[in-house]
T-cell receptor, first 110, second 115 residues
């Protein structure tokens, strides 16, 4: 299985702090994506990083990918209470479908 | 433009019943995927359809079936419901299809409770 596995399972920080969550996977991938889910709602795409990329930025988000270690990290800088949500990594290989990890539950305290 | 729409948003069924969930993709998207998300877990892939053909199937029993219509909308059917089928069912559309190389656009889901 190429399932992604996020770490930590839960993270609690204060507003203004940075939040870092990690994702590990098992097999070769075409790309890795991060999604966000507010409680009980649909998932929202945050950022996609391709297997030949090492780092990508989008606003307050920074994603890194290390294919040799089969791992990725998502950094949210200057977190806000509105960032409170579950964050999932999803991996995809050519011709296959996305596999989501169990997620990291982030709580940002005001 | 409207996003991915799913119906119904909530429903309650009893064991052994059948359920049909519906999904309309974003205009122009030809691929629809279905995911099951049990409380506290990540989404699990059920089916992908593209141009009315099944392109992928996850590890779900034959009680689960789906189809895609000429307008690219889709239905997910689950027969002989079990308590363990209680979950949030998510539909996602994407463009282009073929391989899952791009982002998925998710609907808000259908919350199924089986009693």
């Amino acid at each position: 299985s190429q399932q992604g596995e996020e770490d930590p399972q839960a993270l609690s920080i204060q507003e203004g702090e940075n939040a870092t969550m990690n994702c590990s996977y098992k097999t070769s991938i075409n790309n890795l994506q991060w999604y966000r889910q507010n409680s009980g709602r649909g998932l929202v795409h945050l950022i996609l990083i391709r297997s030949n990329e090492r780092e990508k930025h989008s606003g307050r988000l920074r994603v890194t990918l290390d294919t040799s270690k089969k791992s990725s990290s998502l950094l949210i800088t200057a977190s806000r209470a509105a960032d409170t949500a579950s964050y999932f990594c999803a991996t995809a290989n050519y011709g296959q479908n996305f596999v989501f990890g169990p997620g990291t539950r982030l709580s940002v305290l005001p | 433009d409207a996003g991915v729409t799913q119906s119904p948003t909530h429903l309650i069924k009893t064991r052994g019943q059948h359920v049909t969930l519906r999904c309309s993709p974003i205009s122009g998207h030809k691929s629809v995927s279905w995911y099951q998300q049990v409380l506290g877990q990540g989404p699990q892939f059920i089916f992908q359809y593209y141009e009315k053909e099944e392109r992928g199937r996850g590890n779900f029993p034959d009680r689960f079936s789906a189809r895609q219509f000429p307008n690219y909308s889709s239905e997910l059917n689950v027969n002989a419901l079990l308590l363990g089928d209680s979950a949030l069912y998510l539909c996602a559309s994407s463009n282009p299809a073929g391989g899952p190389s791009g982002e998925l656009f998710f609907g808000e889901g259908s919350r199924l409770t089986v009693l």
